[in-house]
């Protein structure tokens, strides 16, 4: 886990328990002194801008400088040609003065460019220009040398970018250029160990913007962390903030989680023993690698009750 920094400089928190999270901080920190160009990937809401946060900081020398982020997704098409790499004066209409892109404010920093799939075929051609050559003119200039690039570039997809090149709407060697380290972000319910932790630390965070020192049941805990949050960490840091202003008393419980989650919780709690002890025997078959001796030893039945069991529930 980062450490807490302090108020006067606030640096990105990432909470890892879960031994995905670690491993993926793991590499985050051995990556992070150089400046070789990192893509990484997840869905929608899993953190992959906080992580590109995490690697600019950690990295010696380079949290001196700016991170800079530009939203390739929200930015017009017509702007990002100028967004990234700025523009001299009279470069166009209503170019006045000279504007530094965020290619050249990030400096000798981090420039992260979410959502990488938007970019037009265009600048998708422009983009792999200045990765091959470390330089980029600024729009109007007349340098025949351009600039030179000093940021490391960190490039955040939640597409499926293999499929993007098969379909031609993303440059193949583009895709190579951004993918020299690649980082993918597991999601959320694939690193159900983090839940109970960062819903301890959006509650710390959030309970102060709101005034307020409230905690989670046992049983609200339980119930998120069997909870699938289809909208990862941003989905859980609203259904915190909600609970928050909803719920009634020091102790936000099971009845003041959204509908969605509390349904869920039924459905769980629904299931038949036969079902849960199927689903019992799996998991422990699953740890001990399909060793029935050791997979009977752990149940506490025999070898012969658990061929008859694993026969039952059809666990070949």
Not at 7 to 12: A, H
Not at 26 to 40: C, D, F, N, P, W
Request: glycine letters at 8%.
């Amino acid at each position: 886990m980062i450490p807490e920094p302090a108020k006067s400089n606030p640096l990105p928190v990432w909470i890892a328990v879960d031994p995905k999270s670690l491993g993926l901080i793991e590499q985050a920190g051995k990556i992070a002194a150089s400046r070789s160009t990192v893509l990484i990937r997840g869905e929608s809401g899993v953190g992959k801008d906080l992580l590109a946060a995490v690697i600019h900081y950690l990295g010696a020398g380079l949290a001196e400088d700016p991170l800079v982020k530009i939203d390739c997704a929200s930015l017009p098409h017509e702007l990002m040609e100028s967004e990234l790499f700025g523009y001299e004066p009279g470069a166009f209409t209503g170019a006045t003065q000279l504007k530094r892109g965020r290619l050249e404010l990030a400096g000798g920093g981090t420039i992260v460019l979410d959502e990488i799939s938007a970019l037009t075929p265009a600048m998708q051609a422009k983009l792999l220009r200045v990765i091959e050559d470390r330089r980029f003119h600024r729009l109007g200039g007349s340098s025949v040398t351009g600039i030179e690039v000093k940021a490391r570039i960190i490039a955040l997809s939640n597409a499926d970018l293999e499929q993007a090149v098969a379909r031609r709407t993303f440059r193949e060697d583009l895709f190579y250029r951004l993918n020299v380290i690649p980082l993918v972000v597991p999601p959320l319910r694939e690193r159900a160990a983090d839940i109970r932790p960062l819903v301890q630390h959006l509650l710390a965070q959030l309970s102060g913007s709101q005034g307020s020192s409230k905690r989670f049941s046992e049983a609200a805990l339980s119930a998120l962390e069997r909870y699938p949050f289809p909208g990862n960490v941003r989905e859980l840091r609203n259904v915190i903030e909600r609970c928050l202003i909803h719920s009634d008393g020091a102790e936000i419980g099971l009845e003041d989680l959204p509908s969605n989650i509390t349904s869920a919780e039924k459905t769980h709690k629904m299931k038949s023993l036969e079902e849960v002890e199927g689903e019992h025997i799996a998991a422990v078959l699953d740890h001990t690698r399909g060793r029935k001796s050791k997979a009977a030893e752990v149940l506490g039945i025999s070898r012969k009750n658990l061929l008859e069991k694993r026969k039952k529930y059809k666990l070949d």
